[in-house]
């Protein structure tokens, strides 16, 4: 069966770094893309971006421009989020979710557990 | 970008009722809406997809309609097990974006 298994949760300082980690398995990880997605506490839910496990082609959210990074191995079929210059209200749960397919991107039928990110000095 | 607005915040209603909410996007993404359901500490979970596409595995209780700019989602006879939060989705172009949800609770 299809799971995404994503990293635990991290606390880092502001203006800091985090990467967090989303494993596939259960299907051809090169055959899908990923995107990622946030949700603040109590908030609603917000794209950052997705990247190609085929080609590593990324589209990013202009608000994250310059301060994201989406990567994969398709060794481990795994794709990371980079994240730097951390600030506070960048404290929320991040999850990764496989698009549903190539040929009609942004429908997002699994997802990662989620990752708590909390951004406290 | 284009803004999804859901309407309403927030839905009480009872076992078995019929419930619709509802979902207005500021211009038009044809079909391009999906829904999913989301329950606390949970990930948000696929239910309709295209307007109008069930999701595999996803009970027929659960519907979705509209085109355009107006959509809605339908449960036709709650059950325990949907009291949750929907939100709305535009895939139509990036960024993608979501409704600020509904939630829906036991009355």
């Known amino acids: 069966q299809v799971q995404l298994v994503q990293s635990g949760g991290e606390v880092k300082k502001p203006g800091a770094s985090v990467r967090v980690s989303c494993k596939a398995s259960?299907?051809?990880?090169?055959?899908?893309?990923i995107s990622w997605v946030r949700q603040a506490p109590g908030q609603g839910l917000e794209w950052l971006g997705s990247?190609?496990?085929?080609?590593?082609?990324?589209k990013y959210a202009q608000r994250y421009q310059g301060r994201v990074t989406m990567t994969t191995d398709t060794s481990t079929a795994t794709a990371y989020l980079e994240l730097r210059r951390l600030r506070s209200d960048d404290t929320a749960v991040y999850y990764c979710?496989?698009?549903?397919?190539?040929?009609?991107?942004?429908?997002?039928?699994?997802w990662g557990q989620g990752t708590l990110v909390t951004v406290s000095s | 970008d284009i803004q999804m607005t859901q309407s309403p915040s927030s839905l009480s209603a009872s076992v078995g009722d019929r419930v619709t909410f509802t979902c207005r996007a500021s211009?038009?993404?044809?079909?391009?809406v999906n829904w999913y359901q989301q329950k606390p500490g949970k990930a948000p979970n696929l239910l309709i997809y295209?307007?109008?596409g069930l999701q595999s595995g996803v009970p027929s209780r659960f519907s979705g309609s509209g085109s355009g700019t107006d959509f809605s989602l339908t449960i036709s006879s709650l059950q325990p097990e949907d009291f949750a939060t929907y939100y709305c989705?535009?895939?139509?172009?990036?960024?993608?974006?979501f409704g600020q949800g509904t939630k829906l609770e036991i009355k």
């Open positions: 979710a496989r698009d549903y397919t190539t040929t009609w991107p942004g429908i997002f039928d699994y």
């Open positions: 259960g299907y051809t990880f090169t055959n899908y893309d």
């Open positions: 990247i190609s496990a085929h080609n590593a082609n990324t």
């Open positions: 211009q038009s993404i044809t079909i391009y």
């Open positions: 295209g307007a109008t």
């Open positions: 989705q535009q895939s139509y172009s990036t960024p993608y974006t």
